[in-house]
């Protein structure tokens, strides 16, 4: 540190310095505490709005010009209610023809009572849940999926052969924005994807939400990009049936009452925060009519869309003061923060008097110790 060379301005001068040095400064700390206000203020909107998205708040004019626009001779839409008949009897029908399917590749007919083994899925506990909108119904992630589970992860060396070429997501890959980062890209193999993994193979489409944390509440819908991808455990899959469409349930999913009901079920240990699968699939989902979620997505979409713009925005600022900054603290140092006066002393003579005032203190040498302190020491 001793060697280190440093620019020295007349006493003077460092005095005018600091003074508008901290004048700069005081006014750039204003505008950055204004800019992270707003970016606070930006957040707790953006909250709101999925809020209001799941509690029906977003489509309420979209429901009123619907009901307004209806003649005898317009049929209505299917409710949510009819909706989620429709999906438990499809559900049904489904797994009938899959265990039928099963028996004939084993060359068996069906056993007696076969049917009575259909897993019927969790139904919500709407128990203390808000009263939805007229054609809105509860129901449980598990009704409205196809299947939930989590991913799985190679052990090392298990993945050493062949092209890595299919995409494998990682926690770190997912956002509280619905969409995916892929800063961070890790891929496996065909083989391990089939091998292996394949059980945990996603497709686009698929909505996928971390089950390790903390932080929990990452949501991502999984894009077109790859005909197939792959997740690590941390990671499950919310597969939606016909009927539910993947942007409301990532909607859903990311929305402030979905994420406190998760992480009161949540546990925590040593630092690690987990959900179980039997808690996701028992979450509560509000589900409206098909055409009110195409609507949703469309409102929620714009409204969020504009947040982010305005987010990007104010990052864009907060960059620029800290640059601004820096360059303040620049010019502080190398003379360009304020005009010189020929008049200030010279920096010469101010490190000439320190050196002259170091030599005398010097000169003094060390303090003799008191004679009381002498005679103390005699004595001993």
Not at 124 to 133: F, I, K, M, N, S
Not at 303 to 322: F, G, H, P
Not at 360 to 365: E, I, M, N
Request: one cysteine or more; aromatic letters at 6%; proline letters at 7%.
């Amino acid at each position: 540190m001793k060697q280190i060379p440093l620019f020295v301005a007349p006493a003077a001068e460092q005095t005018r310095i600091v003074g508008k040095l901290e004048e700069l400064l005081s006014d750039l700390d204003v505008g950055v505490a204004e800019l992270k206000a707003a970016q606070k203020k930006l957040g707790q909107y953006r909250q709101s709005l999925l809020k209001a998205a799941v509690e029906g708040a977003l489509t309420a004019e979209w429901r009123a010009a619907q009901h307004a626009g209806r003649t005898g001779k317009t049929a209505p839409f299917e409710s949510g209610a009819a909706l989620l008949a429709r999906i438990l009897s499809e559900r049904r029908r489904r797994w009938e023809a899959r265990q039928l399917a099963k028996f004939q590749a084993q060359g068996k007919p069906p056993p007696k009572d076969w049917q009575a083994k259909y897993p019927e899925p969790v139904a919500p506990d709407t128990v203390g849940l808000p009263e939805l909108p007229v054609g809105w119904v509860w129901a449980s992630a598990e009704q409205l999926c196809d299947f939930i589970t989590k991913g799985t992860t190679p052990s090392k060396g298990l993945d050493g052969c062949g092209d890595k070429v299919i995409p494998f997501l990682r926690v770190t890959n997912l956002t509280d924005k619905g969409a995916l980062d892929m800063f961070d890209k890790v891929f496996v193999s065909e083989e391990t994807h089939r091998g292996f993994l394949a059980r945990s193979v996603v497709y686009p489409g698929d909505v996928l939400m971390n089950i390790v944390g903390p932080p929990l509440g990452q949501v991502s819908v999984v894009p077109k990009t790859f005909p197939e991808w792959n997740i690590n455990q941390a990671i499950a899959i919310f597969r939606a049936v016909d009927g539910v469409l993947s942007g409301f349930l990532s909607l859903t999913l990311l929305s402030p009452p979905a994420q406190r009901w998760l992480k009161a079920r949540s546990k925590t240990t040593a630092g690690q925060t987990n959900l179980t699968l039997e808690v996701c699939r028992s979450l509560p989902i509000p589900l409206p009519p098909q055409a009110e979620q195409v609507a949703l997505i469309a409102v929620a979409d714009e409204a969020i869309d504009r947040v982010a713009e305005q987010a990007m925005a104010i990052q864009i600022s907060l960059q620029q003061s800290a640059a601004q900054r820096k360059n303040i603290l620049q010019a502080a140092f190398s003379g360009q923060l304020i005009p010189q006066d020929p008049a200030d002393e010279p920096a010469s003579a101010l490190l000439a008097r320190i050196r002259a005032e170091r030599q005398d203190r010097a000169s003094l040498g060390k303090p003799q110790k008191s004679n009381a302190n002498s005679r103390r020491s005699s004595a001993c």
